[in-house]
């Protein structure tokens, strides 16, 4: 089945950019996603990129797509103290009923 | 827009007891999902409903676990009996249609099992 794997914990400083990395097994993987899990509170979709696309700009996120090393990064410029949560990654699969398989989630620490 | 709503938020109980949660997806959102997160892990499907019909279940612990979703409105998810490994947060999440590209997650029901 697919598997999809992050790294724990990422700590930068105010003002410095965070990039998240996720790599995925499965290659009809169709929709790739991101989300932001604050503690106490429900995911909240930060943005998505199709499988045919090799990148997504949106404000301050830059999402990367390399569908050949199967890798997906989310940068975020200028980080705040607001942007710390646990980043999930997730993918989806076309004709699976829109069924994700999430990632264990990175821990974005944002140091003042 | 009213988000998918959940209850209860938290709840603690006995190994070999039972529990419900409760969710009440978008409406007009077919589409509704359980998916159970374990601290420290990503949520993993538990179950998908199309209206009131199942399409997946495969990932879910029939000994223990049950869904509805009776009318295709809200569902329930029950564990009866439950045990201690099933401590986790159940998060609902809903969509407008099946192969949806955007899911609406709700803030999920912590359980805690002693």
């Known amino acids: 089945g697919e598997d999809v794997e992050q790294s724990l914990f990422l700590s930068v400083r105010e003002g410095d950019s965070s990039v998240i990395n996720c790599t995925y097994t499965?290659?009809?993987?169709?929709?790739l996603y991101w989300y932001k899990q604050e503690p106490g509170a429900g995911l909240q979709l930060l943005t998505y990129?199709?499988?045919?696309?090799d990148m997504k700009q949106d404000q301050r996120l830059t999402v990367l797509l390399n569908k050949k090393d199967k890798h997906l990064s989310l940068r975020i410029a200028d980080t705040q103290t607001g942007d710390s949560a646990i980043y999930f990654c997730?993918?989806?699969?076309?004709?699976?009923?829109?069924?994700?398989?999430f990632g264990q989630g990175t821990e974005l620490s944002v140091k003042p | 827009e009213a988000g998918v709503a959940q209850s209860p938020r938290y709840k603690i109980i006995e190994k070999r007891q039972s529990v419900a949660f409760w969710c009440n997806p978008i409406?007009?959102?077919?589409?509704l999902y359980w998916y159970q997160q374990i601290l420290g892990q990503g949520p993993k499907l538990l179950i998908q409903?199309?209206?009131?019909?199942?399409?997946?279940d495969s990932q879910l612990p029939k000994d223990r676990f049950s869904a509805e979703r009776l009318k295709g409105v809200d569902s329930t998810l029950k564990i009866q009996p439950a045990k201690l490994e099933d401590s986790a947060v159940y998060l609902c999440?809903?969509?407008?249609?099946?192969?949806?590209?955007?899911?609406?997650f709700g803030e999920g029901s912590r359980l805690t099992v002693l």
């Open positions: 997730a993918v989806g699969i076309y004709n699976q009923g829109g069924k994700l398989i």
């Open positions: 409406s007009g959102h077919a589409t």
């Open positions: 499965d290659s009809s993987s169709t929709y």
């Open positions: 999440a809903s969509s407008l249609i099946i192969d949806s590209k955007e899911l609406f």
């Open positions: 409903f199309q209206n009131n019909g199942v399409v997946d």
């Open positions: 990129i199709f499988s045919n696309m």
